[in-house]
Each structure stands twice: as C-alpha cells, then as structure tokens.
C-alpha cells in the first residue's frame, strides 16, 4: 500500500505593528445526537491526498484600506507541518488541531517558538509519506530575528498525540518549564537552564490519561509555587474516539461532543522541590482535584484561562466548554473551588444556553477598568463578549470560531479581537449547527471533505475593536465578496 499523505495545516506568521501572533486553524462538528453510527471498519475518507480547494478571489480592498499584516513565515525560517492521520478511521482529535507557545526558552532576551503536533491516528492503517515529522519543535529565534529547528538538541521533541502546551517557571530556578496536554498521558518537561529539558512527568506525580486539550499554570493557594490546571475533552472506552456520525443525504463525518461523556478537569497542588530516584532536582505535585471540588462539573474543555474574576485578592479558573456549562471556579481561599458560572452569568450566552465554546480571549474590552472574557463558538452562534458584570451579548459575525486573543494590534489603546475560524464536516453538508450557507473555511473556498485542507492565514480576516461610543465592536478587517 502506498503511503498516504497526512492531513496538514501550515503555521503562517502574521505580523502587525511589531506584534507576531500565531493563528491555527482547526474545526470541528457538533451539537446534535448523530442519527447513525459507524465504526471506524465501516467507512472510507478521501484521505487528504483526494481533497481539494480553491482558493477565494482577492478580498475586494480600496486603494487606502490598511493591511494589518504581513506573511513572514518562509523569511523567518519557520517550516512547521501540522501533522494528523492517516485519514479514515474518524479519530475525534483529528478534527481539533493544536497549539504553540512563544517563550524565551535559553533566556537570551528574544521569544523563541514551540510547535505542538499530533501524528498518526491510534487505529489508523498505511503510513505517511517518507520524512514526515510528526513530533512537537522547538523553533530558537537568532540575533537576526530569524528562527532555527533547536527540537533535537534541545529534548522537546516529544512525540506524543499533542494537542496543546502551558509555560511557566514552576520551580522559580528562573528558567521556563513546559507542560504538554496530550490525548492520553500528559508530559511535564523542566528546564536544565542550559538550552536542554528533561522529561519528569513520572517523578512528579503528575498523571493525566484522559484527552487533555489544554492547561493554565496558577498560584491557587498563594504559598508562591505554581499549580497546574489541566482541561480534559470527553471520554470514550467503546470506541476510543475513532467512530463516525451520518448526519444528512447519507454524510458521515466526525462526531461531536454529545456522542461521548464529559470528562472531569483535573487541578495539582506543587508541593516543591524533591529529588528523583537518581538525585536530580525535580518538583513534585500532588492531585487535588477532588478535595478541591473540581470533579462536581465534568466538561467537554476546549479553553481555560485564569484571574481574579472577583478581585477578592485570590486567582480563579474559567473553562470553555464545546457542549453544557461553561464553569467559573471561584476560589473560596481554602483550598476549595466553587462554581459560579451560572451565578456570575457566564455559563451560558444571553438566551440562556449552552453553546460550542472553544476558545477564550481575557482583558479589558470596555476600558473600565475591569476584566472581561470574549468566548469563540459554532457558526450559528458567533463568539459571546460577557461584561464584567455578567452581561452577555453576541460579539461576531457567524462563524465557528476557534482560537482568539484579545490584543492592541493597532496600538491605539483599544483591545482588538482577532479571530480564527474553521470546520470539518463535509462541505454542502446542510448541518444546522454550521449554518450550512457557503463554503468557505478560514479564508479558502472548500470542495469536498473541508478536512485535509492546506490552509494560509496570511491576513487578518475578521478584526474587532473597543472603541468609544458605547465601546462598540466593529469589524475592521477586509472581507470575502458575497
């Protein structure tokens, strides 16, 4: 059997006001109980060798319209290659993609670049093609500004199913540590302080099976060593996520939450340094998710982020959830987590309803001082803006959205919101929760099975910002013709 091309999506740098944010995009379907089921035996994908799409014309831009950003990524050197399947067997994780971080690894002054990836599919047959690099890298950025493959030399190399990473000195040596959210067993990599991480995920009593998507580092007891807060997906022992779901006009595509069990998120305690069996200096961690109560909401996580939503003094957790409640851990100062999403009114949008939610932007959109929290959704629900208050209301245009940020592109002093988009289910499909309405995926006008597809953020598509009058969100980015 020849070998079959993996499915890929193309880090593209975007660069704006000497500002660099790294966009992926990746989709996925949802929300409604699939009417059929098919086991990974029973259905054929084109395989990304077969899919095709077309790019869309040229945005239709005035001879004065601003251009936010510029490509970058060939100059700097950055040849990273998200890498999933084969395709065929309809593995859940697929469907999701994978995160990165910028962090100043050798503490050199400059942000170097690190690169999840997934791989091969569990129950995926054939092989990729010949060189394929299927491990997360490490991308050091040199005095030119110009960034070098440093993965093997330096040991982050790991080959894990990834899906997305956290930073943070967790031994307060100075030097920044990395932990990797994988489906299945999570690694925790220290920094040696001389350009080189060793793997202590077994010694330090961190042990999280589940798919993990991602995780936020924080002081939740204020003792000034970092806990970790790890977000899990959904949990599936029948099939192990690789089954498909008919929707419409005999379409099969990937499952959405609805079909697995939520899964709990889980909270560790640093309990500080130790020694492994080898005396060599580690930090241990203890698990706390129970005594702190955070096993009483199982979600299907996508987001987590953290601060003081009350400005009690003490960091809380707010989790985006991809179906249910979106939970706010208040931190009741004893160790102990309460959720107040509901309460606080951010567990749900306006209308009161669970929605899609991904990914999460935290700052200060309206400018008065306090912080608010953007949610990115499904198609039909736009991302959610909730006030500091609690007051929701939808923020975008009509698209699934995936990651976003909230950052000053323009330096104008207003926080803008970028946005990035995406889908899998098959095009022309008609499925509600998507909208069903065009074709086009992030930027690129799709046939076929959207999964699979190259896809180049090489622009600001959709752009929105806080401004005066009301702090009103506008979209400030060039569109697609209609």
């Known amino acids: 059997m020849p070998p079959l091309r993996p499915s ?29 089921h098919f086991g990974p035996e ?8 077969k899919v095709e799409c077309e790019p869309p014309p040229e945005p239709m831009l005035s001879a004065d319209s601003p251009r936010y950003f510029t490509d970058v990524t060939d100059k700097l050197g950055i040849d990273f290659e998200h890498v999933v399947g084969p395709l065929g067997t309809y593995f859940m994780p697929e469907s999701v993609g994978a995160g990165g971080a910028l962090f100043d690894y050798d503490s050199d002054g400059d942000l170097d670049l690190y690169l999840v990836n997934c791989g091969k599919s569990p129950k995926a047959t054939g092989d990729f093609a010949p060189g394929t690099r299927t491990e997360n890298r490490l991308f050091r950025q040199e005095a030119n500004g110009t960034f070098r493959d440093v993965t093997a030399e ?26 990797i959210t994988n489906y299945g067993p999570d690694r925790l990599y220290l920094n040696n302080g001389d350009g080189t991480f060793r793997d202590i995920t077994a010694a330090s009593g961190i042990d999280n099976p589940d798919w993990g998507t991602c995780a936020v580092w924080f002081d939740y007891d204020r003792d000034g060593r970092l806990d970790l807060f790890v977000v899990n997906y959904a949990d599936d022992p029948k099939y192990g996520h690789s089954i498909a779901c008919g929707f419409y006009q005999g379409r099969v595509s990937y499952c ?9 998120d889980r909270l560790y305690h640093n309990e500080g340094p130790a020694t492994d069996d080898g005396g060599r200096a580690i930090v241990r961690f203890r698990e706390v998710t129970h005594e702190a109560g955070i096993d009483t909401h199982p979600t299907w996580g996508f987001g987590v982020v953290s601060a003081d939503f009350n400005r009690d003094g003490w960091p809380d957790v707010y989790v985006a959830s991809d179906a249910g409640m979106n939970p706010l851990w208040i931190n009741q100062q004893d160790g102990t987590f309460k959720n107040e999403g509901g309460l606080r009114g951010v567990a749900f949008n306006q209308r009161g309803t669970p929605e899609g939610s991904m990914g999460i932007a935290l700052g200060d959109a309206d400018g008065d001082g306090h912080l608010d929290i953007v949610v990115s959704n499904l198609e039909t629900e736009g991302a959610s803006l ?4 609690g007051e929701g209301a939808a923020a975008t245009r009509p698209h699934t959205g995936w990651g976003t940020a909230l950052i000053d592109l323009d330096h104008d002093g207003n926080l803008d919101l ?11 499909h008609g499925f509600a929760p998507h909208g069903g309405r065009s074709d086009r995926v992030g930027g690129r006008l799709c046939r076929r099975d959207c999964l699979g ?29 209609e």
Request: charged share 20%; hydrophobic share 35%; glycine share 12%.
């Open 154 to 179: 330096s040991g982050l190399g790991d080959t894990g199913y990834g899906m997305g990473c956290a930073v943070a000195d967790i031994d307060n040596d100075g030097d920044a540590d990395v932990y």
């Open 8 to 36: 890929r999506i193309a880090l593209r740098w975007l660069l704006a006001g000497g500002v660099a944010i790294a966009l992926l995009a990746v989709a996925v379907p949802y929300l409604v109980e699939p009417e059929r």
């Open 386 to 389: 909730f006030r500091n208050l």
């Open 42 to 49: 029973e259905v054929t994908s084109p395989g990304a060798d």
């Open 453 to 481: 597809t190259r896809t180049h953020l090489r622009r600001s598509r959709q752009r929105w910002r806080s401004g005066p009058g009301g702090h009103q969100l506008r979209d400030a980015g060039p569109r697609l013709p």
């Open 418 to 428: 970028p946005l990035v988009n995406g889908r899998v289910v098959p095009c022309r």
């Open 256 to 264: 959405g939450p609805l079909k697995f069990q939520p899964t709990v």
